[in-house]
């Protein structure tokens, strides 16, 4: 028994020294993962390093920014102020908000930075995108994809946007239960994309399909940079490959069509304008472009759809707003194809009603798609990579380090509106108000900035105007659940446990006078 008790004394002794030596190696990689960044400053500028942590070696904060989401950044950011360092996905990273730093961050483009996704997302995206792209590729690139979302592109894409808007609506009406929302968004949103935007000629069963794997991909596009079993890039991988094998072969058949023949969707147009310039891209270079309009168009116009649903349900009075402007301007009744006793008719006829023009009119409508993207803007902000050393908020931003610049943080901390900028007032961006000179035109970011704001955001504002026409003068809508879900904003705004409605048909003569039956 004596030597039995020895023995455990022993063991405990062993297994403690062992802790405490784990202890004191886990503290030293600590102190130099702290010395390593802490030495990595300019030497040759006087400014100090922003404040933060750059948290655990290697692993940086990136567990927190995952767990904490939103959170992270504003805690910090109360913490440490408007610009901070931390460790994100495998680098030193410097956190950005405020109208004034994110201006200099933007209109900086080719001059003190240049465009950084993280490498997962360079892995997974591909190389021939304008993402990817720099200098003067970027703006080459740029030139050409810039047709795809002009005016006359515009006008063509009105019509098959709101038949599917508005065939969507009535199938959430004519549902016999609750209907998950945000599922439902990213299931319509990837059918516009992949038929209107690339053309693809796909049945239910293989757009469902390709809508799965994309998702897969998108979720892993900002894991850490680490191709190994079970990993959040090796799932990103294996979707992308998946991808790129169904994309394949329809993009064999549109190279096939008629070289001559005038492009009737964007992925044509990219093929037809390189042609012009007398370049032939491969099938690689178009199944990479193919998933970029995707990326582009898929998950953000997914969750500002979601959201434009929830604040309407939250605010009611702006529902009303919107249906008193379209009897205004005589959009009041919607189309004639309602669910009924012989049954859901939702492969009518009913022909668009809504053009850029008429759209153009509904100004409070909109107002109220501006305050959703301000409040909960889809994409929380942009990476930069620090082409020299520069000066930001009286700290030194070192060459080579990442910035990422935050749009939500910036819309939250917005004084240039009239009402708190955490309430929901669509008015704010109303004819009344006075518009924003240079400098304050940055609290409003949704869309980025510079030479790489969004080219598609007048097609995004579009669908998310139709989308609020075509729900307010077709449905009432409501929660199935006992209260509202909580929003995740990592890596996009999405809510955490789903948001389920129920749909009920509004009868047409419902908005007749502008008022909700």
């Not at 740029?142 to 002009?150: D, E, P, S, T």
């Not at 969507?168 to 994309?193: H, I």
Request: hydrophobic content about 45%; glycine content about 8%; aromatic content about 8%.
């Amino acid at each position: 028994m004596f030597s039995w008790g020895l023995s455990c004394l022993s063991l405990l002794g062993a297994a403690g020294v062992a802790l405490l030596c784990a202890g004191l190696l886990l503290g030293l990689a600590q102190h130099f993962w702290t010395l390593r960044w802490t030495l990595s400053r300019d030497p040759a500028s006087a400014l100090p390093l922003p404040k933060g942590s750059m948290g655990w070696p290697f692993f940086g904060e990136t567990l927190h920014w995952l767990v904490q989401g939103s959170r992270f950044h504003s805690s910090r950011r109360e913490r440490y102020g408007t610009v901070f360092k931390t460790h994100l996905l495998g680098r030193p990273v410097i956190r950005v908000s405020g109208a004034e730093n994110v201006r200099i961050i933007l209109l900086g483009e080719h001059r003190l930075v240049r465009s950084q996704w993280p490498q997962s997302a360079h892995i997974l995206l591909g190389s021939n995108t304008l993402l990817g792209a720099v200098g003067e590729p970027h703006r080459q690139r740029r030139k050409v994809l810039a047709r795809l979302f002009n005016r006359t592109a515009l006008e063509r894409y009105i019509p098959r946007l709101q038949g599917a808007l508005r065939h969507e609506v009535r199938s959430w009406c004519a549902a016999a239960g609750p209907v998950a929302v945000y599922e439902a968004a990213k299931a319509l949103t990837f059918r516009m994309a992949a038929r209107i935007l690339l053309g693809l000629r796909l049945d239910e069963a293989r757009c469902a399909d390709l809508a799965r794997t994309f998702e897969q991909l998108v979720e892993n596009l900002f894991s850490l940079p680490l191709d190994v079993p079970f990993s959040g890039l090796r799932k990103g991988i294996r979707a992308r490959d998946q991808l790129h094998q169904h994309l394949e072969e329809a993009i064999a058949a549109k190279l096939r069509e008629d070289k001559a023949a005038e492009p009737g969707d964007p992925l044509s147009l990219i093929m037809h304008s390189a042609r012009e310039l007398g370049q032939e891209l491969s099938v690689q270079e178009l199944k990479e472009s193919a998933v970029e309009l995707l990326f582009a168009s898929f998950f953000t116009l997914a969750s500002a759809s979601t959201s434009l649903i929830l604040l309407l349900l939250q605010n009611p009075a702006a529902i009303a707003k919107i249906q008193q402007e379209l009897a205004a301007q005589g959009l009041g009744r919607a189309c004639s194809c309602w669910p009924g006793a012989a049954g859901p008719q939702l492969e009518c006829s009913c022909q668009p009603d809504l053009t850029l023009a008429s759209l153009g009119r509904l100004r409070y409508v909109d107002c109220v798609v501006k305050e959703v993207l301000r409040l909960l803007p889809p994409v929380s902000g942009g990476y930069r990579t620090a082409l020299r050393t520069f000066e930001l908020d009286g700290y030194q931003i070192p060459k080579g380090w990442s910035v990422m610049y935050s749009i939500r943080d910036t819309h939250e901390m917005a004084t240039w509106y009239s009402s708190p900028p955490k309430g929901f007032d669509p008015e704010r961006f109303g004819a009344a108000r006075e518009e924003p000179g240079t400098s304050s035109r940055f609290h409003y970011i949704p869309f980025g900035g510079g030479a790489r704001s969004c080219l598609g955001q007048e097609l995004a504002q579009a669908v998310l105007q139709l989308l609020a026409v075509e729900l307010v003068r077709t449905a009432r809508w409501e929660l199935a659940t006992p209260a509202f879900p909580a929003m995740q904003t990592v890596p996009i705004v999405h809510p955490v446990d789903g948001l389920r409605l129920f749909f009920h048909p509004l009868v047409p003569a419902a908005m007749e006078n502008g008022v909700q039956l």
